[in-house]
């Protein structure tokens, strides 16, 4: 068996994904070739060594001038190679620790613009008032509620879909929902704007009873997180905008919070974060607001010039 079919075995009992198994896999024979170009010689395990790693790590992002992101995978697949030899093959190898990885720009998660969320919001209500059937206005009104526990009140997909009848709680003037599902195990309550709530009012009724999930199909079984994806994805899809996603719904949420004033804590209470600091990602500034910064500064530079 040689090096190659070995490390496959390897990964193949240590890592559950398929995908990752690949992405290592080629990664690694990636490196094998660039090796055997470089040194017009045949890769072998007692050939790895940290200066020509250090070399590819250069030809990564200088010569091929991948991201700092493909380099820094790159580099986890090797370091799972080495370790592979010295598990199996009883190789000394340097450690992985001593190859930098390639620094990365945080980007700002994605959001949607006010422009897109109205068109989301018209698009569900048009959706609403359409229906020309029973059906089809329970999924209509069903749909707009899940998108607008998202939007709104900064839920995640699957909060939305584990949620009962008991976790809603809606008055003429306020409501709340009880996320007992979080990520982490975090139980958190979260208020409900007016539009939410109004959303959610035309959703629930008596065939909702208690310890029935509210999001369902028409068979009445717990709608799954695939089958809400293509939904959204639906959506998507007709109004042209790519980002649309549960993800994106939840990070303009935080955004439209912290844009209004909202303190990071709040909204990291809201969210259900057990960190601050993973609240604040949602504070760094988006293509769009690098726009603005742009003419703003372009609008004083002309009032100096006058």
């Not at 199996?88 to 620790?97: P, R, T, V, Y």
Request: hydrophobic share 40%.
């Amino acid at each position: 068996m040689n090096w190659m079919d070995g490390f496959a075995e390897w990964l193949d009992e240590r890592v559950a994904a398929e995908k990752t198994i690949d992405a290592y896999l080629s990664d690694v024979s990636l490196y094998a070739r660039w090796f055997e170009q470089v040194n017009d010689c045949e890769f072998t395990p007692e050939l790895m060594n940290s200066t020509d790693v250090r070399h590819y790590r250069s030809y990564t992002l200088e010569t091929e001038r991948k991201s700092p992101a493909t380099w820094n995978r790159r580099r986890a697949s090797l370091g799972m190679l080495c370790s592979y030899f010295e598990a199996e093959l009883a190789l000394k190898i340097f450690s992985m620790k001593r190859i930098p990885r390639a620094e990365e720009v945080t980007q700002a998660p994605r959001w949607l613009t006010d422009a897109d969320r109205r068109k989301v919001l018209r698009v569900l209500e048009m959706d609403v008032n359409a229906a020309n059937t029973p059906l089809r206005r329970e999924r209509a009104i069903r749909d707009q509620a899940m998108v607008g526990l998202m939007l709104f009140a900064g839920l995640r997909i699957s909060e939305v879909l584990g949620l009962l009848r008991e976790d809603i709680e809606i008055t003429e003037r306020k409501g709340l929902v009880r996320v007992r599902s979080g990520k982490g195990g975090v139980f958190r309550v979260v208020p409900l704007s007016k539009t939410v709530r109004e959303m959610l009012s035309d959703h629930l009724s008596d065939r909702f009873r208690a310890g029935e999930f509210i999001f369902c199909d028409q068979n009445g079984e717990k709608i799954t997180p695939r089958a809400a994806q293509k939904r959204l994805q639906a959506l998507s899809e007709r109004l042209g905008m790519p980002e649309l996603s549960p993800h994106a719904l939840r990070h303009t949420s935080a955004k439209s919070m912290l844009d209004a004033g909202a303190k990071l804590t709040e909204v990291q209470k809201i969210l259900g974060h057990k960190r601050v600091t993973t609240t604040t990602r949602y504070v760094q500034p988006g293509m769009g607001d690098l726009e603005e910064a742009v003419e703003r500064g372009e609008r004083v530079a002309v009032r100096f010039e006058d």
